[in-house]
Each structure stands twice: as C-alpha cells, then as structure tokens.
C-alpha cells in the first residue's frame, strides 16, 4: 500500500523559508514523477513543481521559478520542497502527489496523494 506523508508545513513571515517532506512509502520509485501542489480555499489546485525519480529533471510552476527547489533523496524515498523568499501569496495547503498516470505534471491524473501540511506566509 503506497502513503505520502507531508510535513514542514508552518508558520513564517514573508522572506523567510521552509523545506517540506514527501515521504513515499510502498512506492516502486523507479520512472515517476512526484510534484508538489497547493491549493487555498476558493481556488484551483496549482502544480508547484515536479521532479522525474529516474532523470532528476524537474520543473516549476512560473510563480515559484527561482525560489522553490525540488529534490529527491533516492535512498530514503524521501522528496523535498525547499522554499526560499516566501510570499503571503505562497500561503496554502500543499500536498505531495505521485505516480502520474496521464496528463501533464501539473493538470495530470495521480494515483496517489498526500494529506497535506499546511504554509502560512504573514506580511
């Protein structure tokens, strides 16, 4: 059975930063793409960023590009966000999203989803 847990959500003022965790349990990592998305209340889910588990290419949406990074630590099937200048824009729920099965990284079908750990951004 495949579980995504999400944590490092918190609490940060505007220019600061923080590094999420996706850890992928009971998933075979070879060939998938996991990405990050968020979603505020009211809006539509955004895909923040995505990286292929064999390649190690990755992509990002254009409203993170230079201050988001996603990487894999292979060993430990563990994927990270780290987030750099953040923004109260940035406040969201964000959730870790694996295996994707059809579609784009960012408007795809995924097989599996996180919970969810929570970023709030104050000016």
């Known amino acids: 059975q495949v579980q995504l847990v999400e944590s490092g959500g918190g609490s940060v003022q505007a220019g600061g930063s923080l590094r999420l965790s996706c850890v992928a349990s009971g998933l075979a990592y070879r060939d998938k793409f996991i990405s990050w998305f968020r979603q505020t209340p009211g809006k539509e889910r955004e895909g923040v960023a995505t990286i292929h588990t064999t390649v190690r290419s990755t992509w990002y949406a254009d409203s993170v590009k230079g201050r988001f990074t996603i990487t894999q630590d292979k060993a430990k099937t563990t994927v990270y966000l780290q987030m750099n200048i953040l923004k109260p824009e940035d406040t969201a729920m964000y959730y870790c999203?694996?295996?994707?099965?059809?579609?784009?990284?960012?408007?795809?079908?995924?097989?599996?989803w996180g919970q969810g750990t929570q970023v709030t951004v104050s000016s």
């Open positions: 999203a694996a295996d994707l099965s059809s579609g784009t990284w960012y408007g795809g079908v995924y097989k599996y």
